[in-house]
């Protein structure tokens, strides 16, 4: 937040409260910024030149449209430039088409950390340089620091809201132009200052599951692009417990929307798409936990010396897990302390050193 005077910065308006805060705090002067959060301004800091841009990306509803509006309402009242840029194509090949494509060949994609990695920290961050910005910002509930040279993201103080696991696939390179306004904030308070400055959108309700599907479930958004064929659904001993519609349509740890009864609660163990068989299995079945993943497409953003003793998330929701990882020819092994269960193919494994901070 302190990093310079008059400074450029384009933040991302998404029409929600979290990314309206960031651009009103980065604008603000030191006695507005203490009157609006109940703190001293950061040392050094006098507020940026702040340009509010909305993402326009591809969605199956049209709810785009009023994410604009609140976003523009917002940059109004926070009396900065606001723009929109298109980036509806781009979003449908990197993202949308990347999480079909997954389905289809049975993993569990996470169209989240690509759209960080491809849209808001890859085509926005370069448009935003190549137009004279120093940075972007956004209202990511997560913690950036720069130490020795080497910039280091931490998981936020709000450990309900914490984004870093949609985040290890930044580098150096682009974390030197980011900015995380509201890392240090709790949610409560990040609304609170969104009143105090009169925000239209202040007690807006946060978004929930995939932004460009909307009300729509995952799998009546998949029919529409992948076709259905019945398959058989097994118990891990291989008797046939029933049918399904399509192998590509589920995820490993499903339990809802099975089909299938029994005296326990059935998961989903396993899935073959090209066989199109699903296996399911209870909570008491040694087949759903794994000692050891491997994991490829690796990115380290600040630790470079393995093996180490980590912390790793394989879900966003998930407690950090104490495994310890080393690196292998074409990637990183993890041995965790527990098994762990439900570990899919395609879900992205974030490792995490004890202070917070993301490997």
């Known amino acids: 937040m302190a990093k310079t005077r008059n400074k450029k910065v384009f933040v991302g308006l998404s029409g929600g409260v979290d990314s309206s805060v960031a651009a009103l705090l980065l604008k603000a002067k030191p006695d507005e910024f203490e009157r609006l959060t109940g703190r001293p301004a950061p040392k050094g800091f006098r507020g940026y030149d702040v340009t509010g841009i909305h993402l326009r990306c591809w969605n199956i509803d049209g709810c785009d449209e009023d994410e604009a509006e609140d976003a523009r309402r917002a940059a109004n009242k926070i009396d900065i430039p606001f723009y929109v840029f298109d980036m509806e194509k781009e979003y449908r090949k990197r993202v949308v088409d990347y999480m079909i494509r997954g389905y289809e060949r049975g993993i569990t994609p996470n169209p989240d950390v690509m759209c ?57 390179d682009k974390l030197k132009h980011c900015i995380f306004p509201i890392g240090e904030y709790k949610k409560s308070e990040v609304r609170e200052i969104a009143r105090r400055a009169n925000l239209p959108n202040a007690d807006k309700k946060d978004s929930q599951g995939i932004c460009f599907i909307g009300d729509v479930s995952i799998k009546d958004f998949l029919k529409e692009y992948l076709p259905g064929k019945r398959g058989n659904v097994y118990s891990t001993s291989g008797k046939i417990l029933g049918t399904h519609e399509g192998a590509q349509f589920f995820t490993i740890g499903q339990r809802h929307g099975l089909g299938i009864s029994g005296n326990k609660p059935y998961f989903i163990a396993s899935k073959d798409t090209e066989k199109n068989i699903i296996v399911l299995a209870d909570k008491d079945d040694d087949s759903i936990y794994r000692e050891k993943v491997n994991i490829t497409d690796v990115n380290l953003i600040s630790e470079k010396t393995l093996p180490a003793e980590v912390f790793v998330r394989l879900r966003y929701r998930q407690p950090a897990q104490r495994a310890r990882a080393s690196l292998t020819g074409d990637g990183i092994e993890i041995h965790f302390d527990k098994p762990q269960e439900f570990v899919a193919p395609g879900q992205s494994a974030v490792l995490y050193k004890k202070n917070g901070m993301i490997i």
């Open 116 to 172: 960080n990695k491809e849209i808001k920290f890859g085509l926005f961050l370069e448009k935003a340089l190549g137009m004279g910005a120093d940075y972007v910002a956004t209202g990511h509930y997560v913690k950036l620091e720069e130490e020795n040279g080497a910039y280091n993201l931490y998981t936020a103080d709000d450990k309900n809201k914490d984004q870093s696991y949609f985040l290890w696939t930044l580098t150096q």
